[in-house]
């Protein structure tokens, strides 16, 4: 009998130890279930992406320590997990197959991806064997993650005749990264007319995320079984005991994107040893939407907000953040800015005389708050977390060291019509309205000035929305954008401040990714660019 499990866990990259006791607490419970072969991620034990860690020499002879401590526990069993391999000067990405307390072989990933927020061959040098493998006479072999995303090692794997492929993967989410994953494993069964056991890390690292949703596919391409989403779950499957039922695979776009977004700030919070967070509340929607996602995450309790009116905040703000405050069952402090501001105006007023209001004003009342914030934030340990959406980051529509001070940006990747959907899932998904129906409805402001609304600078957010994704993510340049039925004057404005704002995107936080080009290691623009698009 071979009963596998697919062990999906959340390490902590640099954890070793407590990355080898969740592994370990993980096989005796497969152990418990009959399981006698048992799968981890890639790289489970160090965590994904190690990055420069593994350029200490201690890092890695750390990592061998620790398997060697699993090894112990793995008597009867036949037990793939992936860690750091190194053979002279070259490091490989690695799964080691241990059987009844002995590394019977080492295989190290052929094909390293070096795009996005991938950057393997920077640290590994790549396999050059495809070993077979039996068990119980089923013939199988391994890959890792992009291995088998590589068409040319199809047709490698297609002649070998194997019962079954094992697949570890680290594969981040993404909005479309579902459904491309499932096509993959589907046609590489049906091609090698194998079974794929495809075992996917899960858990927040930095910016990253990862879904789990590991998965089993028959020999006819058909989805099996199927792992539980952003949550670290253990599936099993009794080869003996097959039956062919294909299951139907559900997908939610914004229901994954609520639910990478709740994962990756709690893994941050968690694994940083933050205890609290702390957040602007405006009573606008980005701010909002923020709040119910962080609180619902780590808890009402793990959360406070900073409510920082001015003469330019309207009662309905004030009075909606507060509403919203008590529906979350969240602690608030309100603190006018307005002293502050007019103190700050008298100080400059010999240098700014005669000179006419502008946004130098405007920003400074950001800063101020951004200000009182990083002061909770050092009295009390507590994390910042800034609320601004990717719609507004693209253009510039922020401030430095205003609404951008924080540690975290939980919206950051993620467009202002997505916050919307956003907004109405959260209402929905509590059976009641979380966040009050005025702040969705209301027009957008940073209400720095008198009748401020974000129109002012900038097009309606669905027209919006649409020129950025075919510039960020499509990668379209200025006519082909116009060419797909845009203004041409709208276009060359929003490509303008897109450009022009790279300098602040260096300077912000970092944030949740959930698109395929997310700013920062996905899109890797220089700031001193004298190229027209």
């Known amino acids: 009998m071979i009963k596998i499990a697919l062990a999906q866990i959340n390490s902590t990259v640099g954890d070793l130890k407590g990355n080898s006791e969740k592994i370990i607490e993980t096989v005796k419970k497969a152990r418990k279930n009959k399981a006698n072969f048992i799968v981890f991620p890639e790289l489970a034990l160090t965590g994904y992406p190690p990055e420069d860690l593994l350029l200490k020499n201690y890092f890695i002879k750390q ?146 995320v990862f879904d789990g949703n590991s998965l089993i596919y028959s020999p006819e391409g058909e989805p099996l079984k199927q792992a539980g989403k952003f949550q670290t779950d253990t599936l099993y499957f009794n080869l003996k005991k097959y ?42 929607l980005d701010s909002a939407v923020t709040l119910a996602i962080v609180a619902k995450a780590i808890g009402s309790n793990k959360i406070n907000a900073l409510i920082m009116p001015s003469r330019y905040s309207s009662p309905e703000s004030l009075t909606d953040a507060i509403k919203l405050c008590k529906n979350l069952k969240i602690k608030y402090y309100k603190i006018r800015i307005d002293n502050i501001f007019d103190n700050f105006n008298l100080n400059l007023k010999p240098y700014f005389k005669n000179l006419p209001t502008d946004s130098s004003e405007e920003n400074l009342q950001a800063r101020i708050r951004g200000n009182i914030l990083m002061a909770f934030s050092n009295k009390f340990g507590h994390l910042v977390i800034t609320t601004g959406n990717k719609s507004e980051i693209s253009c510039g529509y922020c ?101 022009a704002s790279e300098y602040k995107r260096r300077q912000a936080p970092i944030g949740i990714k959930i698109s395929e080009r997310a700013f920062g290691k996905d899109r890797r623009m220089p700031i001193t660019n004298n190229f027209t698009s």
């Open 63 to 208: 990592n061998y320590k620790f398997l060697n401590k699993i090894k112990k526990e793995t008597a009867g069993i036949t037990l793939l997990i992936g860690f750091v391999d190194k053979n002279g000067l070259k490091t490989y990405n690695s799964c080691a197959i241990i059987q009844d307390r002995e590394v019977i072989d080492i295989y190290h990933k052929i094909y390293l991806p070096n795009y996005g927020v991938f950057d393997e061959k920077r640290y590994f040098f790549p396999g050059d064997t495809l070993p077979i493998y039996e068990i119980n006479k089923k013939k199988f072999t391994l890959t890792i993650c992009q291995d088998i995303w590589v068409k040319e090692h199809l047709n490698t794997l297609k002649e070998k005749k194997l019962d079954f492929i094992i697949n570890i993967s680290a594969s981040p989410f993404s909005i479309k990264k579902n459904k491309q994953r499932q096509k993959v494993l589907s046609s590489l069964a049906k091609n090698t007319k194998s079974f794929i056991f495809y075992s996917n890390l899960v858990g927040g690292q930095d910016e990253i």
């Open 243 to 284: 039956k062919k039922r294909a299951i139907k695979i559900k997908s939610n776009k914004i229901e994954n994107i609520y639910s990478a977004l709740s994962l990756g700030v709690k893994d941050y919070m968690i694994k940083n040893n933050f205890k609290k967070a702390i957040l602007g509340l405006s009573g606008g």
């Open 399 to 499: 401030t430095l060291y205003g609404d951008m001070a924080g540690g975290f940006s939980v919206l950051k990747d993620v467009y202002k019509t997505s916050v919307y959907q956003l907004a109405h899932f959260i209402n929905q998904k509590d059976k009641k309205r979380i966040i009050p129906e005025s702040i969705i409805k209301k027009a957008p402001s940073a209400e720095l000035r008198p009748n401020q609304k974000d129109t002012d600078s900038l097009p309606e957010y669905e027209l919006l929305d649409k020129i950025l994704h075919l510039y960020i993510e499509e990668n379209l340049g200025f006519q082909e954008i116009i060419d797909n039925g845009f203004d041409e004057q709208i276009v060359k404005k929003i490509i303008k401040m897109v450009d």
